[in-house]
């Protein structure tokens, strides 16, 4: 009975074996995404699995009894990888083998896996056991995900734009070398809310109720407010945008974005602003002077000819001051600039006119009355004055003169011109300089005026208002 036993004991055993056996071999064969072979000591190929023909590509047929090296890439060869391989298995117990290796297309599979060696009863060495998983699409991603990510890094650190990252929240975790450059503050001092401290206190909470809104909205974010400058300590506007990069089951969660400088941009704009405010207020006043110039004009011609004519010369007056203005891009007009070119306009022979005066400017409200003035006096002195006579002469000369009250002061002008004598004319109505200088500048500009015309000459002295701008 002992006997029996044993030996039914003897054959249960050798069925488990060879149950596992077959256990072992079914796995192996199934295990289409791995690749298990072995070698012998030599490291020649002496079995060829199912999943090693899947993962390499080689029939048993074609690679039986051929080196394992094979398998490797060929700078691996070279550089003695599958020797070290071997040699690190037999010291160690096992080698890792991770790395590249050869299929038979000439594409390359990522392996991770490890050799171990086969030994005897007596501890020698019979050959090699290497496992290894299939991880190919894996390390493609990760190779795809490291490149894209070095690309984003270029990029970021070379835009001219303060660029970061953020969580929807607001929270940064990371910031560029620009940003660092531009506020002073590193990666950790910007992590979290850390960053808001480079913005101006009064634009916090709007940057915050932004990124709220981002948050909900989960496609972009947009806002502008002022960031600190370290080198001068100025706050700048600056224009941030931002777009989520990943994506969860709740949403995005995480940002990439970039603040842009907008703060001369705005400035124009502000200016802008000011100057078409400015242009519709020169226009209104530009039209109520046309308009006073013709019901003047019409008030002392007797033609519709001679209309035209004065008209067209005082229009050109007008002309001549806009254009004057553009080239100074709208910086107030000196006294002495504007005496040259109403003279021009009616004279090139200087050698019978002296001006002299120090730098005072026209302001705005001033300028288009003065310029009618002057208009009409050179062209007076051109038709009946001193530039008629051969021997005739025109001196003008111009000063500030300072109030005690210490206001800005008055300009005045003195125009004095000397010319043969002459017969007046008694019929001749008070052209339209006399009006303009003694009706119409005292009453637009608060004025004070003096015309004497006599025989042999003219003084006429002008004594305007200055405003607080004029210098």
């Known amino acids: 009975m002992v006997d029996d036993r044993g030996k039914s004991r003897q054959r249960g055993g050798a069925m488990l074996s060879m149950d596992g056996e077959e256990r072992f071999r079914l796995i192996v064969e199934n295990a289409r995404d791995y690749a298990i072979f072995t070698t012998d000591k030599e490291g020649n190929i002496d079995s060829w699995p199912p ?148 913005i101006h206190p009064d634009d916090r909470e709007v940057a915050l109720v932004k990124w709220d809104e981002a948050g909900e909205d989960g496609e972009t974010y947009y806002g502008e407010h002022r960031i600190r400058r370290k080198q001068d300590g100025m706050y700048r506007w600056h224009q941030t945008r931002a777009v989520p990069i990943r994506f969860s089951m709740d949403g995005p969660n995480e940002w990439v974005g970039s603040a842009s400088d907008i703060h001369d941009m705005r400035q124009l704009q502000e200016r802008q602003g000011i100057l078409v405010g400015e242009l519709q207020h020169r226009t209104r006043n530009l039209l109520a002077v046309v308009r006073s110039i013709a019901s003047q004009t019409a008030s002392t011609v007797e033609s519709l000819h001679e209309f035209q004519a004065a008209f067209d010369r005082r229009l050109g007056a007008l002309s001549r001051v806009q254009g004057l203005l553009s080239r100074t891009e709208g910086e107030a007009v000196t006294v002495e600039s504007l005496l040259r070119m109403e003279l021009d306009a009616v004279t090139n022979d200087w050698s019978r006119i002296e001006v002299d005066g120090p730098r005072v400017l026209v302001g705005d409200g001033t300028l288009q009355t003065l310029t009618l003035v002057i208009h009409e006096l050179s062209t007076n002195a051109a038709r009946h004055g001193a530039l008629s006579d051969p021997e005739g002469r025109i001196v003008i000369h111009w000063f500030r003169r300072d109030d005690r009250e210490g206001d800005a002061g008055h300009l005045v002008i003195e125009w004095r011109e000397k010319f043969s004598a002459r017969a007046p004319d008694p019929a001749r109505p008070r052209g339209f300089g006399r009006q303009l200088i003694e009706e119409a500048i005292p009453y637009q500009l608060g004025a004070s005026t003096r015309f004497i015309l006599e025989e042999t000459g003219l003084h006429c002295v002008l004594s305007l208002p200055l405003d607080p701008q004029e210098e």
């Not at 392996?111 to 998983?133: C, R, Y």
């Not at 493609?140 to 835009?159: D, G, N």
């Open 51 to 198: 999943g090693a023909a899947n993962v390499f590509g080689w029939s048993i047929e074609e690679i039986f009894g051929r080196p394992a090296a094979m398998l490797f890439t060929p700078e691996d060869r070279e550089s003695g990888a599958p020797r070290q391989e071997f040699e690190t298995a037999l010291s160690r117990g096992h080698a890792p083998d991770v790395r590249w290796h050869q299929h038979r297309s000439g594409s390359r599979v990522y392996i991770e896996g490890s050799v171990w060696p086969l030994t005897d009863a007596n501890g020698a060495p019979k050959g090699f056991l290497k496992i290894g998983q299939d991880m190919t699409l894996r390390r493609q991603h990760e190779i795809a995900l490291m490149e894209s990510e070095e690309r984003f890094r270029l990029l970021a650190t070379t835009v001219p734009h303060l660029v970061f990252r953020s969580t929807t929240e607001g929270r940064r975790t990371w910031a560029s070398p620009q940003w660092t450059a531009y506020t002073g503050m590193n990666d950790e001092q910007s992590e979290g809310y850390g960053w808001l401290e480079a």
